[in-house]
């Protein structure tokens, strides 16, 4: 007698509300989740970053040090740094390591706090895979890479428009190269694809595969090196 083969069971997306957290930050310019996705970031109007635990819907720490509201924020891969941009034209650099939360990176002989200024409204920030860069983005158009270690300025990207709104910026999968939002609709690597007319605000690379997802006006793209051949299961038909 022959058994039918299991079906693997379907994706299912995340529609149910599990839990709404009031962060008491002001506006809440970003949320991101840690590498393990157990904790998450939120970025507040107020100057301050707080880190949570979603699930139980608690607040474990509050970092201050920004001059004015906290646009962006990232984890590193072994979840012992957290990165954070602002208006203050500043990226902070936080030793969560340690149990006194300091920030930056420090001279061990003088104990001092040291952070990278930019000279322009920075309005995101994330590691490279490796965990020894910063990537960010700011109002001049201009990407900048840096040094997690140093604060040298590695390189800088230009070539997308960005002056008025809070766009992101990433790396690929293997840090070989540097992606933006831009204000002209579209998304800016070593070659431009067009999302449309409007102001391309968010975008994320795949951690493992070259795809991008890009959102803009409400809708989100997917963008990769071959097409997408989409199945239908047999029997089935389009929702």
Known sequence: ??????????????????????????????????????????????????????????????????????????????????????????????????????????DLRMGQLHSDFVDSPVTCVCFSKDGQCTLSSSLDSTLRLLDKDTGELLGEYKGHKNSRYKLECCLTEKDTHVVSCSEDGSGSLSLSVSVGKGVVQSLSFHPTEPRLLTASEGSIQLWGEESLVMEEEEGEGPA
């Not at 002001?26 to 970053?49: P, Q």
Request: proline content about 5%; glycine content about 8%.
């Open 1 to 106: 007698m022959a058994f039918p083969e299991p079906q693997p069971r379907k994706q299912e997306l995340p529609r149910k509300l599990l839990r709404s957290l009031d962060c008491k930050q002001g506006a809440v310019r970003a949320v991101r989740f840690n590498v393990d996705g157990n904790y998450c970031l939120t970025c507040g109007s107020d100057k301050s970053l707080k880190l949570w635990s979603p699930m139980r819907g608690t607040l474990l720490k509050t970092y201050s040090g920004h001059g004015y509201e906290v646009l962006d924020a990232d984890g590193s891969c072994d979840n012992s740094h957290l990165t954070s941009c602002g208006s203050d034209k500043t990226v902070i650099l936080w030793d969560v390591a340690t149990v006194d939360g300091r920030v930056r990176r420090y």
